[in-house]
């Protein structure tokens, strides 16, 4: 695996959790106490929206089983 990505599809939600990957763990840790998050067990929708603005990729939710420490 190259890094960062290549690919412009991977590389922004390689991006996304570059920026924002500590946020989202420092919320969840506070909701859910300590604990990992299992990819194992992971499911996801990719879908289509269209507005005035134009075309987006909506992506989620991300739901992954919690592992507790």
Known sequence: ?????????????????????????????EKFGDGIMSAITFSTKVEREEDDKGVWVKVGPLNLRLIVF
């Open 1 to 29: 695996m190259e890094l960062p990505p290549r690919d412009p599809t991977i590389y922004r939600l390689f991006e996304i959790v570059q920026v924002y990957g500590y946020a989202y763990k420092n919320v969840i840790a």
